[in-house]
């Protein structure tokens, strides 16, 4: 059956999508979407320019919002050095053949797929159980704090497959803690929430060109040892932070503002 919500057959993929998200508020008899989340689409879909304005006043100076943002920065240091160097690493200072370096590295994202998947499994389940500020701030600091030793240990071990395991585990925790960071940036945003994670992922990614350059500068005065152990110290700091983070804690709407 064809009608207003259901795309016809030449709708494909990307067109298709943009056209589900355009009709998607007036699908009011799509299974699964209740009046009361119709209504708060049509209102989120829609917001003034005063509004939009308020929201980003709002998250720029919320506390929670803005820890987030610099513990996803220290995340992302460490994102961002295995992101950067992790196949010059394994070639050059590791002296593995470019062919298994290459595989090495495109199995530390196999990794880092997993378990960023499991990462959100876990915080869903801790969340429902204990609360989102246990839930997103376990999550987190069990990754960062786990990943920590291994990339000073993988950085020190001779071996260069032991180096390899163990620097792909440190990979992989880093990745478990991505959702947790989405999750809490939009529990505390509410409906300011493409503010918030607008925010928080312009942090994450400012330190990709900050790590570019610091990591080598760090190899060339000290060793690669250093540099690559560098990650451990702002994945501490990325986990200490989330002591003063409250994922259950909503931003007040700005003045004037109601849902």
Not at 11 to 19: P, Q, T
Not at 126 to 132: Q, T, V
Not at 225 to 230: G, I, P, T
Request: charge should be positive; charged fraction near 15%.
């Amino acid at each position: 059956m064809r009608g207003p919500c259901w795309p016809g057959s030449s709708e494909r993929w990307d067109g298709g999508w943009r056209w589900w998200r355009r009709r998607l508020p007036r699908c009011s008899s799509r299974p699964g979407v209740s009046p009361e989340e119709l209504a708060l689409i049509r209102f989120e879909g829609n917001p003034s320019p005063k509004a939009a304005a308020s929201g980003w006043t709002a998250v720029l100076v919320n506390r929670d919002i803005l820890a987030i943002t610099f513990s996803y920065f220290c995340m992302n240091y460490v994102f961002y050095l295995f992101f950067n160097w992790f196949f010059y690493y394994l070639t050059e200072v590791r002296r593995l053949p470019a062919v298994a370096g290459g595989a090495f590295t495109a199995a530390q994202w196999i990794v880092g797929a997993v378990t960023a998947t499991l990462g959100g499994v876990v915080c869903d389940r801790l969340s429902l159980r204990f609360g989102p500020k246990l839930g997103c701030r376990a999550t987190v600091m069990a990754g960062l704090l786990g990943s920590a030793p291994l990339l000073l240990v993988g950085a020190a071990v001779e071996s260069p497959n032991a180096a390899v395991g163990l620097l792909s585990c440190s990979f992989g925790l880093i990745q478990l803690t991505d959702g947790a960071y989405w999750t809490a940036a939009m529990r505390v945003a509410g409906r300011h929430g493409s503010a918030a994670t607008g925010l928080m992922n312009t942090g994450g990614n400012v330190v990709g060109g900050i790590g570019a350059l610091m990591v080598p500068l760090l190899a060339a005065a000290f060793g690669w040892e250093v540099a690559v152990s560098s990650g451990a110290a702002f994945a501490v700091i990325g986990a200490i932070v989330w002591l003063w983070i409250r994922a259950d804690r909503p931003m007040p709407e700005p003045h004037g503002q109601t849902r």
